[in-house]
């Protein structure tokens, strides 16, 4: 009887480290192509230009002679963007970043469970934001650093994946001096396409802790003090004087592409109404809008 307690303890200690060197390991084929993708684009990078005359003068020569400088530097992400994944697991995300045949990846994946699993670094150029644009900007994967969320755009995000974004945010801020309005989401930068991270997402908390904008409410819903000194907020702004900005000229601003204006009203209230996104702006929206385009300025 011993015996076979003893020889079940050994089954299940190889069966253990036979799996912690399979999970070990599940990624080493990507890694290892990851790394000689990597050393191809250092070559790029260090490669010396020829002059006209190394290269015989060939007629898509332009360089009459090379004079290396030290000032210079890799690029600097300027925006971060996030999005949600759209798929079923952090697991099934992976496989489609690393698969070729995708074309899309990001800078980093944050499971619900707040695993942050990084997939590039930071200088790379990932394939995240594609035709996007915020402001002028229309090259935003050459400016920005991408983050997904693991969620499938129909559900809460997960207070665990929140907190370990937050920590990464605050890192990404510090480490490359990123301006507070350039925490923007999916669908900011593409309003006819798309529409992570969804209504969902708590982008308030995020602007309370510094990464993006948010409207101030005492502003946008005033109190009337009654007699008794209790403070009544107006939710119904209606019939309160309006002096404000043209909504689209507002939006324009802000960063939004307007040449579909439906859409980049649906991508504004996406993220600061979270509410019948698909309707017009209403009094309170427009009110709204006010406030924040002014931050933007």
Not at 5 to 13: G, N, Q, T, Y
Not at 164 to 187: C, D, E, Q
Request: proline share 4%.
């Amino acid at each position: 009887m011993r015996f076979h307690k003893i020889l079940s303890v050994f089954l299940f200690v190889g069966i253990s480290l036979v799996f912690l060197s399979c999970t070990k390991d599940i990624y080493k084929k990507n890694n290892k192509a990851h790394k000689k993708s990597v050393k191809q684009t250092s070559a790029l990078i260090k490669e010396i230009p020829k002059t006209k005359a190394e290269l015989d003068y060939d007629t898509l020569s332009i360089t009459d002679e090379w004079v290396g400088t030290t000032n210079f530097s890799v690029r600097k992400p300027n925006y971060v963007i996030i999005h949600h994944t759209a798929q079923d697991s952090l697991a099934q995300t992976i496989q489609t970043f690393t698969l070729p045949g995708t074309q899309v990846s990001s800078h980093y994946v944050i499971g619900r469970d707040g695993e942050i699993v990084q997939m590039l670094n930071d200088y790379l150029r990932s394939w995240h934001a594609g035709k996007g644009k915020w402001g002028n900007d229309t090259d935003l994967n050459s400016a920005s650093i991408g983050i997904e969320l693991d969620n499938n755009g129909r559900e809460p995000f997960t207070t665990s994946q929140i907190e370990s974004l937050l920590v990464l945010l605050k890192r990404l801020k510090w480490k490359y001096a990123i301006p507070t309005a350039n925490f923007i989401g999916h669908s900011d930068i593409a309003p006819s396409r798309k529409t992570d991270p969804s209504i969902y997402f708590p982008w308030k908390r995020l602007a309370e802790e510094g990464f993006g904008f948010w409207y101030d409410e005492d502003v946008v819903f005033p109190v009337l003090t009654a007699q008794d000194s209790i403070a009544i907020p107006i939710e119904n702004t209606d019939s309160l004087p309006q002096n404000n900005i043209d909504p689209i000229l507002a939006l324009r601003i802000i960063g939004y592409d307007v040449s579909d204006e439906k859409a980049a009203i649906r991508s504004f209230k996406l993220h600061f109404i979270q509410r019948d996104i698909e309707s017009a702006l209403t009094e309170i929206d427009k009110r709204i809008l006010d406030n924040l385009y002014k931050k933007y300025l």
